[in-house]
């Protein structure tokens, strides 16, 4: 059986998230870092020493032209992910596209459709969602260790200190739930499977006028509900609590630092001794950059649908819906 070629990327842009996931291209059999591209030829030239990636491009739109990238990572600001996502799928070019996938349901949806056009493999890049702690927390709810899972409670903040940072800019899509409030609303999406019904939502704007604080309740059928919170402007903290019937699970570094010394998963039984779950080391990007070699060389399905990318987008739309009307939306 012959092996096929490794897939090529390319970095559409020289944003600082790159550095997470050039480690785990570098780190798979299956793929190699070929390319970044960026808006001129001298930054281009010079992350491209820096980290000591072959091509340099001096726009976006020569990596798409070029004939030695099969796939890149698109980690631009929140409302340039729908646009070039689009013309690197239409110039042949497979799509991993940072989170948030985009900002409105027309973009996910035009995504969505030109990816079935091309036939170019398109996910959105959730790396937490790919580690094997959140597959050993899916499992254990699946399995019905923890009983009928009525409550998630989950949270991710950090102080933001750079005012000029893009995540600030409303225009950009800026905002806490977009950016770190949207892991939480994914955990409530993947452990109560789908989109919530109702959603209530509060937020505080700040100066920069987006929302610097977030909290938000997702009402399930079956009297089940997540309560999720992200903030720019409060001390580092990620953590996350599943509760059922049987007992719950908490999670001390659910979203990101699964490398992190404090890194804990235990499970509390109903009237039974704590156990400590042991999870796999693997690095935290790992997972989503063998995915999409999977599905491009392997023509296996994402591990994160488009569907489920979906949900997540109309749920924090419904989410600030609700918080800047301040009234229960249903979805």
Not at 14 to 27: E, K, V
Not at 149 to 169: E, G, S, Y
Request: proline share 6%; charged share 20%; hydrophobic share 40%.
């Amino acid at each position: 059986m012959t092996q096929s070629p490794p897939v090529r990327w390319g970095l559409l842009s020289t944003a600082n998230i790159n550095r997470r996931l050039i480690p785990a291209i570098r780190a798979s059999a299956r793929g190699e870092l070929v390319g970044v591209a960026s808006r001129t030829a001298a930054s281009a030239a010079a992350y491209s020493a820096e980290w000591g990636i072959p091509h340099p491009f001096a726009s976006y739109e020569a990596m798409l032209a070029s004939d030695q990238i099969d796939a890149v990572y698109i980690p631009l600001p929140n409302h340039l992910h729908a646009e070039w996502s689009i013309k690197a799928m239409r110039a042949g070019k497979h799509v991993l596209c940072e989170k948030p996938f985009a900002i409105s349901l027309a973009e996910v949806d035009e995504m969505t459709a030109v990816a079935a056009q091309t036939g170019r493999v398109l996910a959105e890049a959730f790396m937490y969602r790919h580690h094997p702690q959140t597959k050993l927390a899916l499992e254990m709810v699946r399995s019905g260790r923890l009983g009928d899972v009525l409550h998630l409670q989950a949270t991710f903040n950090f102080t933001m200190n750079d005012p000029a940072n893009v995540r600030l800019k409303p225009e950009w899509g800026g905002g806490a739930l977009w950016d770190v409030g949207i892991y939480p609303v994914s955990l409530a999406q993947a452990i109560f499977g789908g989109a919530p019904e109702r959603v209530m939502g509060t937020q505080w704007v700040g100066q920069t006028g987006v929302d610097e604080v977030f909290s938000g309740q997702l009402i399930y059928s079956g009297q089940r509900v997540a309560h999720v919170v992200g903030a720019f402007c409060l001390p580092w903290h990620t953590y996350a609590e599943i509760t059922g019937t049987a007992g719950r699970l908490v999670l001390t570094r659910p979203f990101v630092g699964q490398d992190h010394p404090e890194r804990r998963m235990t499970f509390y039984p109903n009237g039974g001794e704590a156990e400590e779950i042991p999870v796999p080391d693997e690095y935290l990007y790992q997972g989503e950059v063998e995915d999409m070699h999977d599905a491009i060389l392997d023509g296996r399905p994402t591990y994160l649908t488009l569907a489920e990318t979906r949900y997540h987008i109309q749920t924090v739309l419904a989410l600030y819906e609700s918080a800047q009307q301040g009234i229960l939306v249903s979805l």
